[in-house]
């Protein structure tokens, strides 16, 4: 594998293991504060996130590449508001868009059609993560800023049902 692409998906295993530990961290706290809906929403994004680092993983060692775990920094336990928090992951899953597009761009330079093939549906995946950050946070900015208006949503999210929210999270957040 080119060395430049090597380096760069062992790079992007940090952004995807510090989501999976900021969004369980965020669930914590929003069960704390009483919205099991958005509690559980998180919950599976830091699944998710397990799960996008565990693809790279995989594809490094069946071709035989080295794989280097980066540590990973303890994540906020308090956020100022649900809003904050939504704003954050919308921030953090464009993050990972960009060094998704990034390695995408590599892959592509040096002509490596598995990294292509792996990375073609992280663009897809993070186009998904990014329309639900943004559905949800959309939400809270219409109907959140009363109490009332916050369960309204914390229900919606529990139930899966925010406008917005691509299927298979909807699907997600339901279970
Ligand atoms: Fe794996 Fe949400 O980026």
């Given amino acids: 594998m080119n060395a430049k692409l090597l380096k760069g998906m ?3 295993l940090k952004l995807e293991f510090k989501a999976s530990h900021e969004y369980l961290a965020m669930s914590i706290w929003l069960a704390e504060n009483d919205l099991p809906g958005f509690a559980s929403w998180m919950r599976q994004q830091s699944s998710d996130e397990l799960l996008h680092a565990r693809k ?3 594809h490094l060692v069946e071709r035989d ?3 280097v775990l980066p540590a990973v920094a303890q994540p906020p336990m308090t956020w100022e508001s649900a809003e904050a928090l939504c704003s954050h992951v919308l921030s953090n899953e464009q993050a990972v868009t960009a ?3 990034e390695l995408y761009a590599l892959a592509e330079a040096a002509k490596d059609r598995p990294a292509v093939i792996l990375l073609q549906w992280f663009v897809n995946e993070q186009m998904e ?3 639900a950050a943004r559905a949800i946070l959309g939400r ?3 109907g959140g800023k009363t109490g009332v208006g916050m369960l309204m949503i914390d229900q919606e999210l529990a139930k ?3 406008p917005g929210m691509p299927a298979a999270d909807a699907a997600d957040a339901a279970n």
């Fill in 99 to 101: 060094s998704i597009n």
């Fill in 65 to 67: 590449q080295k794989v």
């Fill in 160 to 162: 899966g049902t925010v």
């Fill in 10 to 12: 062992n790079e992007h």
């Fill in 129 to 131: 993560e990014e329309a």
């Fill in 140 to 142: 809270i900015r219409l």
């Fill in 56 to 58: 790279f993983v995989d």
